[in-house]
């Protein structure tokens, strides 16, 4: 299943934005979903993950907790991630994809993903 991150831009220090990921068809509730991130020169990273069963256990890297939400609408199938108080430091291109049993073992290709810059 093809997975569309959308929703980043240019915000200042402090700003939020709303990322979206959106599946052609019912996935997230099959799979449990993450947001990733590469900043330039480094290696891409979990930021934060959302189960697949009910309303979903939602778990967060250290990095965002407390700034980042995740959360899913299985009636439009997609899942976002609310981004709040942001840092220069979370500057990236930021993917979504399903994973298994852990963060790492993503089941689908990456796509473009979607550039958040953020400006001190």
């Known amino acids: 299943v093809q997975l569309q991150a959308s929703g980043g831009g240019l915000v200042q220090a402090g700003g939020s934005l709303r990322l979206s990921c959106a599946a052609s068809?019912?996935?997230?509730?099959?799979?449990?979903t993450g947001w990733y991130r590469q900043a330039p020169g480094k290696e891409r990273e979990w930021v934060a993950g959302?189960?697949?069963?009910?309303?979903?256990?939602?778990y967060y890297a250290d990095s965002v907790k407390g700034r980042f939400t995740i959360s899913r609408d299985n009636a439009k199938n997609t899942v976002y991630l609310q981004m709040n108080s942001l840092k220069p430091e979370d500057t990236a291109v930021y993917y979504c994809?399903?994973?298994?049993?852990?963060?790492?073992?993503?089941?689908?290709?990456w796509g473009q993903g979607t550039l958040v810059t953020v400006s001190s």
């Open positions: 994809n399903t994973y298994g049993l852990r963060v790492s073992q993503v089941r689908g290709s």
């Open positions: 068809r019912s996935t997230f509730t099959r799979y449990a």
């Open positions: 959302i189960t697949s069963g009910g309303m979903g256990s939602t």
